[in-house]
């Protein structure tokens, strides 16, 4: 069904890819844009989101570009506003923001602890705190969360901090859709299994023996299906979450993974 985001407004945290390729938040970005919104491209990387906003551009569809990192409450107010002096209103806010670093209790320092847990966690909180409340305003939104299945399952080595802020997105996840279905609000997730985007390349080769391709090889293999997915099977999750199709969809998590959680 072509259209489905028509007229929409989405605000995209996390729009830039961290390397060549397609990443969850870029692929999230073009594919909102095709189906009819109109996309706010937010990275702290500006070139990332530019990039991205290019991409849209050229297919004939509507983007601009905000540079912020979504740790910063008061970057994501100005945030908040240019979306709505720019486009009128919020209709989508989707979380893409996440790092990874690897280590268990003992290996991981405090400070890597801190740093992914206020990149994948409390970002989260801060743009919720402030889109909802124009979400309110209009009487209606969509959130989706972008979690994994490591806040679900330990999946082959330790990464406590990325395990322990994706599981507590969850919880994030349904306190919000609950708080405020009666008012129009609906809050989703998003939980991605092993997939093969940029992100992965640099923070995980070395828990897989350090080579990319082995990595790979390795995270193929893991799978059920025998291939990781992709940041489009990712996209494609998250559009259906905040069209209206899943207007009656509220407080769930989408497991996207090929099976490997039922498996384990």
């Keep these: 069904m072509a259209g489905r985001m028509l007229d929409k407004v989405v605000i995209v945290a996390g729009a830039g890819a961290c390397g060549p390729g397609w990443g969850n938040g870029k692929a999230a970005s073009v594919l909102y844009a095709r189906e009819g919104a109109r996309v706010l491209a937010v990275d702290r990387r500006p070139a990332a989101a530019a990039e991205t906003c290019a991409i849209i551009r050229e297919e004939g569809n509507e983007c601009e570009v905000f540079e912020a990192d979504v740790t910063d409450d008061d970057a994501v107010a100005r945030m908040t506003q240019f979306c709505v002096d720019r486009f009128g209103r919020i209709d989508v806010l989707h979380n893409n923001v996440g790092i990874v670093e690897t280590g268990g209790p003992v290996e991981a320092s405090l400070e890597s602890w801190e740093r992914v847990i206020s990149h994948n966690q409390t970002s989260v909180f801060i743009t919720c705190k402030h889109v909802i409340p124009r979400m309110l305003e209009l009487g209606r939104g969509a959130i ?21 802020a994706k599981a507590a997105l969850v919880a994030m996840t349904q306190n919000i859709a ?81 099976g490997l959680s039922a498996r384990c």
Excluded: K
Aim: glycine share 10%; proline share 5%.
């Design 144 to 164: 989706v969360n972008i979690g994994s299945v490591a806040g679900q399952r330990y999946i082959g080595f330790p990464y406590i901090a990325y395990s322990a």
């Design 178 to 258: 609950l708080q405020y279905a009666a008012q129009g609000i609906r809050a989703n997730c998003v939980q991605p299994g092993l997939l093969n985007t940029p992100l992965i390349r640099e923070p995980l080769r070395h828990a897989y023996g350090g080579d990319i391709d082995d990595m790979i090889a390795q995270r193929d293999a893991q799978s059920p299906t025998g291939r990781m997915g992709d940041a489009w099977d990712t996209a494609y999750a998250a559009l259906f979450l905040a069209s209206d199709e899943a207007r009656y969809i509220n407080g769930t998590t989408l497991t996207v993974d090929g």
